[in-house]
C-alpha cells in the first residue's frame, strides 16, 4: 500500500514483530519483500506501532488478523480478529471504513458491522477477502487477479466502494476485475475458493493413488486433462498433499459453519477431501518404509524441504514436518534441510537433526525424500550426489525431479503415482 503511494501506519500487538518491521526487517521469509518493506520506509510513508490510537487518522482500516483453527474443534477461532476490531472501535473517525481482509465463517461481517456501527454510526465495514499466495505475496498484492468487496447495500455501499476503489486505483487502472457484493458472498467467495482448490488437489492425489495401483503415470495423466481448459493443469501436482496455514484449516472451519448452518452434507465431501490429502502423508511413509525394506527402525532418513511450499519459510500443518515427525515415531533417525524454514521447523519438532545443505542431509540416508519442491532440489545433479547416501533411493514427495535423469545417474526413482 505504501508503496503505492499511500499513506500507512501497520499495527500489531506483537511488540517484537513491530520493532523488527520498523528496523525493515520481515518476521518472516517472502520473496521481494525485505526490498518493498525497505523502500516503503524510507519513503516515510509506512511506519508501525503497537498502539491502536495510531489508526485514529486513518481513513480505511484494513483488519488482516490471523483465524486459525480452534483447539478441540474443526472451527475458525475469531478471538484475533474480534479483538482487533474491539480494540480499533473507539479510534474509529465519522466516514471512515473498516475492510475486512481475515478468512472468517459467513455471517461474521454482518456481525462486526453491527459493532462498527454502534460504536461510529458514520463509518461502516466492507469485507474485502485476500487471495494472495504466501511465496507470491508482493506480486499478488499489486497486480491481483480480482478484487472482491462485500458491502452494505445502497449509499453507505457505494461510498465504501468509492474509497476501495482509491485505495486500489493503480491495480484498477490496469484493468484487474473487481466484484462488488454483499457481505455473506465475500465471505464464501474466500472460502468456496479455497476449497475448491483443496478439492483439485485431493482429486489428483486420489488419481495418484489409482495410478500407483495401475502402473499409469498421474503427471502424464494430469497433462492430458489439464489441456481441456474446463479442468486446466494448476493445482493438479499430486504429491504429498496440501498444508499450510490457510487451506486445511479453512476447509474444516467451512465445514463447522456448514453444519451449524444445518447445511453439514452439502459439504461432507470436504471431510473426504481432507481425508486423501492427510493419507498422502502416511502413503510417503509407506513409501519411506519399502524403500527400506519394510523396517524404519535405525534407518537414516534425509529430508530435503520442510516448508509447506517452495519459496516460504512457513511450516504451518507442513506435510514435510508431519512425515517427519511419523517417521521418527517409527524409529527412524531424520535428516532434515530447507533453504528457509529450518529454525521455524526446529520450533515446532526439535527431534529432527537439522543439517544446512543437501549434501551434508543425504550423507549417509538409507533413503531420501523430496518434500518441498525448492528449485534448488528440482535442479539437483543427481550424478553429484549419487555416491553420499548410503542407498540411492530418492522418494519424491512432489513427483518435481526427471525420474529418467535420476534413473540414469544410478538412483532408484519412487514417484507418487508414477511407474
Ligand atoms: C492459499 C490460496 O492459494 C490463496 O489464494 C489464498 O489467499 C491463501 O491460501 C489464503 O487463504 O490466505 P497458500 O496457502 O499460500 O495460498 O498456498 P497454495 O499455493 O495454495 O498451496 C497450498 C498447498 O497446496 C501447498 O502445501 C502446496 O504444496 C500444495 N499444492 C499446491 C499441491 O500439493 N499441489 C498443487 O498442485 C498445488
Excluded at 75 to 96: C, F, K, N, Q, W
Excluded at 105 to 111: E, K, L
Excluded at 324 to 339: F, N, S
Excluded at 352 to 358: F, I, K, L, N, Q
Amino acid at each position: 500500500m505504501a508503496s503505492l503511494g499511500h499513506t500507512v501506519v501497520g499495527i500489531d500487538v506483537d511488540a517484537d514483530k513491530v520493532a523488527l518491521l520498523a528496523s525493515g526487517r520481515a518476521p518472516f521469509y517472502e520473496p521481494e519483500f525485505d526490498d518493498i518493506l525497505r523502500a516503503s520506509l524510507d519513503s516515510g510513508l509506512l511506519t508501525f506501532s503497537t498502539d491502536f490510537a495510531a489508526a485514529a487518522d486513518a481513513e480505511v482500516h484494513f483488519v488482516a488478523v490471523g483465524t486459525p483453527q480452534k483447539a478441540g474443534s474443526n472451527a475458525a477461532d475469531l478471538r484475533y480478529v474480534d479483538s482487533a476490531i474491539e480494540a480499533l472501535l473507539p479510534h474509529l473517525a465519522p466516514g471512515s471504513l473498516v475492510a475486512g481482509k481475515s478468512t472468517v465463517p459467513v455471517g461474521t461481517a454482518a456481525r462486526l458491522d453491527a459493532l462498527v456501527a454502534a460504536a461510529q454510526p458514520a463509518a461502516q465495514l466492507a469485507w474485502n477477502p485476500e487471495f494472495l499466495r504466501e511465496g507470491l505475496a508482493v506480486a499478488d498484492t499489486l497486480t491481483p487477479d480480482r478484487f472482491v468487496y462485500g458491502v452494505r447495500r445502497g449509499d453507505d455501499g457505494d461510498r465504501a466502494v468509492a474509497m476501495l476503489d482509491e485505495v486500489y486505483a493503480t491495480a484498477l487502472a490496469a484493468g484487474t476485475p473487481r466484484l462488488v457484493t454483499d457481505f455473506a458472498t465475500a465471505e464464501l467467495v474466500k472460502v468456496s475458493a479455497n476449497a475448491f482448490l483443496a478439492t483439485k488437489i485431493s482429486f489428483i492425489n486420489a488419481m495418484s493413488e489409482i495410478a500407483e495401483a495401475t502402473g499409469a503415470d498421474v503427471t502424464a495423466l494430469a497433462d492430458a486433462i489439464g489441456h481441456d481448459n474446463r479442468i486446466g493443469r494448476r493445482f493438479l501436482n499430486a504429491g504429498v498433499g496440501f498444508g499450510g496455514g490457510c487451506l486445511p484449516k479453512d476447509i474444516r472451519a467451512f465445514q463447522a459453519r456448514a453444519g451449524e448452518l444445518g447445511l453439514g452434507d452439502s459439504l461432507a465431501f470436504l471431510a473426504e477431501v481432507d481425508a486423501t490429502n492427510l493419507r498422502q502423508r502416511e502413503r510417503v511413509v509407506r513409501l519411506a518404509t519399502e524403500a527400506v525394506g519394510g523396517n524404519l527402525s535405525g534407518r537414516r532418513v534425509a529430508i530435503l524441504g520442510l516448508a509447506f511450499k517452495p519459496n516460504s519459510d512457513d511450516v504451518r500443518d507442513s506435510p514435510a514436518l508431519d512425515v517427519a515427525g511419523r517417521l521418527i515415531e517409527a524409529g527412524a533417525t531424520v535428516v532434515a534441510t530447507d533453504p528457509e524454514a529450518i529454525e521455524n521447523a526446529r520450533r515446532l519438532n526439535p527431534d529432527v537433526e537439522y543439517v544446512a545443505d543437501v549434501e551434508t542431509a543425504v550423507t549417509g540416508a538409507d533413503v531420501v525424500l523430496l518434500l518441498t519442491e525448492w528449485d534448488h532440489y528440482r535442479t539437483l545433479d543427481p550424478a553429484a550426489i549419487r555416491e553420499l547416501p548410503r542407498a540411492a533411493v530418492l522418494v519424491d514427495g512432489r513427483n518435481t525431479v526427471s525420474s529418467q535423469a535420476w534413473r540414469d545417474a544410478g538412483w532408484a526413482y519412487v514417484g507418487m503415482g508414477r511407474p
